[in-house]
T-cell receptor, first 121, second 111 residues
Framework: EVRLAESGGGLVQPGGSLKLSCAAS????????MHWVRQSSGKGLEWVGR??????????TYAASVKGRFTISRSDSKNTAYLQMDSLKIEDTAVYYC????????????WGQGTLVAVAS | QSALTQPASVSGSPGQSITISCTGT?????????VSWYQHHPGKAPKLMIY???NRPPGVSNRFSGSKSGSTASLTISGLQAEDEADYFC???????????FGTGTKVTVL
């Protein structure tokens, strides 16, 4: 079974840091681009960023709202993607989801259940 | 980048057909045919139903179909069934300018 499981969420103060993990199973993780998406309470979904597979040079791209503060990485040996969040702001409070990019498509064919990040003093 | 606009709710009786619209204001949305649709039952992970405007992944019922004309994409569910009651949202790749944008979401109710 294809599965993505996020972890690492929690409460952090403004200006603080947090690192989320996304453990993948049931598929050849190294073959896929991985994305992070977030959803704030009462708001819609917002794409955060992505990291491509090794054959595409592990390229990373970020939404303007998080560029320079968030870093996406991956460990193919551990079948895990990461989202390092620094200089956190109150408006970063959201449920963060890990997604798998569908091969040959600009869509997402597997979603995790999400992990809650709350930024508050 | 503004979210794609969807109706908040759509309803229909079993066996009927319903259509959910997804409208974008960006010229990139009109230019790219990379709209995807997702079904989301509360408490479960969203499920890809349509990709690249009109393609169904393996295992998705052919009662679900997608289309796009200009700045509006549509998801049609034919032969509505009780299990189709869920939230649906669209998404589109917009190229390097903004990468991805999501719809505001539509709650489908089967009467």
């Amino acid at each position: 079974e294809v599965r993505l499981a996020e972890s690492g969420g929690g409460l952090v103060q403004p200006g603080g840091s947090l690192k989320l993990s996304c453990a993948a199973s049931g598929f050849p993780f190294s073959d896929y681009t991985m994305h992070w998406v977030r959803q704030s309470s009462g708001k819609g979904l917002e794409w955060v960023g992505r990291i491509t597979r090794k054959s595409d040079n592990y390229a990373t791209t970020y939404a303007a709202s998080v560029k320079g503060r968030f870093t996406i990485s991956r460990s193919d040996s551990k079948n895990t993607a990461y989202l390092q969040m620094d200089s956190l702001k109150i408006e970063d409070t959201a449920v963060y989801y890990c997604l798998r990019g569908r091969l040959g498509s600009w869509s997402f064919d597997c979603w995790g259940q999400g992990t809650l990040v709350a930024v508050a003093s | 980048q503004s979210a794609l606009t969807q109706p908040a709710s759509v309803s229909g009786s079993p066996g009927q057909s319903i259509t959910i619209s997804c409208t974008g204001t960006s010229s990139d949305f009109s230019s790219y045919n990379y709209v995807s649709w997702y079904q989301h039952h509360p408490g479960k992970a969203p499920k890809l139903m349509i990709y690249d405007v009109s393609n169904r992944p393996p295992g998705v019922s052919n009662r679900f179909s997608g289309s796009k004309s200009g700045s509006t994409a549509s998801l049609t569910i034919s032969g509505l069934q009780a299990e189709d009651e869920a939230d649906y949202f669209c998404s589109s790749y917009l190229g390097n300018s903004a990468f991805y944008v999501f719809g505001t979401g539509t709650k489908v109710t089967v009467l």
